[in-house]
């Protein structure tokens, strides 16, 4: 019965660990859009000139 417990208490930690690393990359790639925006609005400025 305890062997159980841990098994599942072991599997729980384990899905909230890659759940946690799949939201941590999705952050990171929402980022990444944000910084090409920015990159993109200062190309626009410079063809401007």
């Known amino acids: 019965m305890i062997k159980a417990i841990s098994r599942i208490t072991a599997l729980v930690a384990l899905i909230l660990v890659a759940v946690k690393g799949a939201l941590s990359f ?5 980022k990444q859009e944000d ?7 200062d190309e626009d400025l410079e063809e401007a000139f």
């Open 26 to 30: 999705l952050s990171w790639v929402e």
């Open 35 to 41: 910084v090409e925006a920015v990159w993109s609005e």
